[in-house]
Structures are given as structure tokens and as C-alpha cells.
């Protein structure tokens, strides 16, 4: 079957709609990542003005080397790595189709990276990609970019899964998907950090289906005792949902929340506290989408979103505040502007429509939005 994306012309087995994993023997191709594929190619047209030496890019988990064909077709130096064979040649045709140069090999893509020095690496595995976060941070010069689909692990609702794949406890709350998405940076920075290197976050965004960062690499140890001093531990309250970050490498939770008093205290950790994105580079990833990806719309609304995002390690939902407080939901707008009213900061979350970070706490987002339902 016959695919255009981006402007770039492919051939795929048949498109699953709605396929997360891969299941079946044919080549996999995930009609629903387009988004992710186009936010890549934004990406890298934007790294490379802020790292012009980039140019070799591994796709390195590449079935049908859609990726691989779009970076090719920006300009990058592609390699498309599969460990299928019927996917290797599918990749290679279609790169041979685009004209666009680059080849696929048939290789692991763990002794590939290990193998060859490339100046970006895309990893973008079935579930986690954990078993290929050592090879891609030992060797890489500029950029990993990182996609996980094991998005239950990852935000703590299968505990036991996290805990193994990432080396830290995922706990299940009402901010999941950014749960995951600093588990899973968290997990990126430590793996970054025995190769002395800094992996810096520089765009991170998560839906229901997966989680996607890119990590900046600066070779500098110092940088990256720096950014392990952005690790560290949230306490989470179960009744009240009040929350708190300790920025360190040793938990000291508390006995009790600090705002009902209740010894129902959730600890997750270590996990990434810092940034998830850089604000500027947003910006200028978001000026890269243009009108040829058919995510065009919904991937600008999403970068803009993004652009202004608190930094806030944590998340709340509008809806799960106001059903606890037995109060009716109001309009997202109406809401933030109560709480910024009140002297706080507070943006929509681009998880989804109801999600906002805020430095308020929970006391005082509960206070500054009381008369909008008066009759709670
Ligand atoms: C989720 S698919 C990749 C999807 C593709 N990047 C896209 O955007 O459509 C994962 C691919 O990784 C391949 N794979 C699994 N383990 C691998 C390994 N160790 N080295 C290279 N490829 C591997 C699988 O054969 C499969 O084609």
C-alpha cells in the first residue's frame, strides 16, 4: 500500500489503524505516529541551524524507514538499521524510490551504534527503549531522540514493569502522562551520565500511546553531575492530591501531607524534576512545520502549547480538582484566569484539554477558584 507523508512517497505492508505494537508478521507501520514522524522532521530541520556539524542520522529501529526517508529527504546522511530482513529491503527501496541517497542494513541496532558514530540516533523501538539507551549515549555526538510506547511501566500502572526497565518507582496518579514522560528522561540523564555525558532535554512531549524526548548531548562531566542535581523525588498525596518535589538523590518523604494530614503519601523517584523542553527551541520547531505534514494543525497547536509550558514537574486536571471538591468543572480559560487572578502562574498542559501546571498548590488553586462554583 501506497503512503504519502510529509511530501515524502512510501510503500508500507497495510496500515493497522489504531496499531500501538507490533503484532503480525508484516513489516510495521503505525499510521497514528504520523504526528511523532512530523514533529521529528521539525526537529531536525531545527537542530540542525542550532548544531550545523549534524549531519549522519540513524533510524534506528527502521521497518518501512519512513523516518530514515524523511530525514533523507531533508538533507541528513541516513542509515536505516532493522534486525527483520523483509524490513531492511522494504526500508531500501523506499529510500531508493525517494532518490533522496542513504542505505539500510541489516543489523542490531545495539551493535550498530556501538559499531559507528553517528551525530543523530532515533530510537524508536516496540515499548521501551531502554535496551538500547547505553549504545545510543556511549557513542552519539548530537542528538537522541527517544520514543517509548510502554506507557503503563512508565506512569506507574504496571509498578513492577517500571521498576525494572527504568530503575526508579513510577507511581500511578492523576498527572500519568507526566509521570512517564520524567521517568523516562530521568531514566535517559542516568544512562547519558556513566558515558560522563549530559543529555539535555530539549523537547519532550507524551499522548496516551507514548511518550518522545530529545536529548541534546554535551560531553562535559561537569554538565552532567549538573543535570543529576535535577533528579530527584515526588511526594504525592492520595487523598488531597497536594504534591511536592524534593530535588535530590536520597528520598526524605515526608510523614504526612503537609496540607491535609493524611499518611497516604505516594513516593516517586528518582525521576526528572528540570525542564522537559526549551522554550526557545520550541519555538523554533514549531517555525519548521509546514503545511505538507498532515499532523500540520494539530502538531502547531501542540508546540505552541509547549513553547509556554510551566515547568512545573507535575500536572493537574481541572476535571479530578473539581470532582474531589464536589464542585462543577468551568471553562479551562475561566479557571486559569481565577488562579493567575490569585498571583499565580498557570498554563494549559498540552497532555490534553483539561490538564494545567500552575506553581500553586492545591490549597491555593482550591481557594483562587472557589467562586466559580458557589454553590459547592
Ligand atoms: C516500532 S517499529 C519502528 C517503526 C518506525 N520507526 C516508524 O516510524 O514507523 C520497531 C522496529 O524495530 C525493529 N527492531 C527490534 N529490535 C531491533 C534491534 N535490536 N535492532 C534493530 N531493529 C530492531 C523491529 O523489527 C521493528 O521493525
Redesign the pocket.
Known amino acids: 500500500m501506497h503512503v504519502s507523508e510529509g511530501g515524502v512517497d512510501i510503500e508500507v505492508p497495510d496500515a493497522r489503524d489504531g496499531a500501538s505494537e507490533?503484532t503480525g508478521d508484516d513489516?510495521?507501520?503505525?499510521p497514528t505516529?504520523e504526528l511523532?514522524?512530523d514533529v521529528t522532521v521539525a526537529v531536525l530541520r531545527a537542530f540542525r541551524e542550532r548544531e550545523p556539524r549534524a549531519e549522519s542520522y540513524l533510524?534506528?529501529?527502521?521497518?518501512?524507514g519512513?523516518?530514515g526517508v524523511r530525514a533523507a529527504a531533508e538533507g541528513y546522511d541516513v542509515t536505516c538499521?532493522?534486525?527483520?530482513a523483509d524490513?531492511v529491503e522494504l526500508a531500501q527501496s523506499n529510500l531508493d524510490a525517494a532518490g533522496t541517497g542513504g542505505e539500510a542494513v541489516h543489523?542490531?541496532?545495539?551493535a550498530?551504534m556501538y559499531d559507528s558514530v553517528f551525530d543523530v540516533v532515533?530510537l524508536?523501538?516496540?515499548g521501551t527503549p531502554m535496551?538500547?539507551a547505553d549504545p545510543a549515549f556511549a557513542n552519539t555526538r548530537d542528538l537522541v531522540c527517544v520514543?517509548a510506547?510502554d506507557t503503563a511501566p512508565l506512569c506507574g500502572a504496571h509498578q513492577k514493569s517500571g521498576i525494572r526497565k527504568y530503575g526508579c518507582v513510577p507511581q500511578n496518579t492523576d498527572y500519568h502522562p507526566e509521570m512517564g514522560l520524567r521517568v523516562l528522561v530521568g531514566a535517559m540523564v542516568r544512562t547519558a551520565a556513566r558515558y560522563d555525558k549530559a543529555a539535555v532535554p530539549i523537547l519532550s512531549h507524551a499522548t496516551r500511546h507514548y511518550a518522545r524526548t530529545y536529548l541534546e548531548l554535551d560531553e562535559r562531566a561537569t554538565k552532567a553531575d549538573e543535570l543529576l542535581e535535577s533528579t530527584g523525588f515526588v511526594y504525592h498525596c492520595e487523598d488531597c492530591l497536594h504534591r511536592e518535589a524534593e530535588y535530590s538523590l536520597i528520598a526524605h518523604p515526608p510523614e504526612e501531607c503537609s496540607n491535609c494530614g493524611s499518611t497516604r503519601i505516594l513516593e516517586a523517584g528518582p525521576i526528572w524534576l528540570g525542564p522537559i523542553s526549551d522554550a526557545e527551541f520550541v519555538e523554533s520547531v514549531r517555525d519548521e512545520v509546514t503545511d505538507d505534514f498532515g499532523s500540520a494543525k494539530r502538531a502547531r497547536r501542540m508546540l505552541d502549547t509547549l513553547a509556554v509550558e510551566l515547568d512545573t514537574p507535575t500536572h493537574f486536571d481541572q476535571h479530578r480538582l473539581c470532582k474531589l471538591w464536589g464542585r462543577s468543572a468551568s471553562k479551562m480559560e475561566e479557571f486559569l484566569d481565577a488562579v493567575r487572578d490569585a498571583g499565580f502562574d498557570a498554563t494549559p498542559a498540552h497532555y490534553h484539554g483539561t490538564a494545567f501546571k500552575t506553581d500553586a498548590t492545591v490549597a491555593e488553586i482550591r481557594e483562587a477558584t472557589a467562586h466559580l462554583d458557589p454553590e459547592a
Open positions: 507490533g513489516v510495521f507501520y503505525n505516529q511523532n514522524r533510524d534506528a529501529m527502521a521497518a518501512s519512513i523516518r538499521a532493522d534486525l527483520d524490513a543489523r542490531n541496532a545495539n550498530l532515533d524508536d523501538p516496540f535496551p538500547f520514543t510506547t
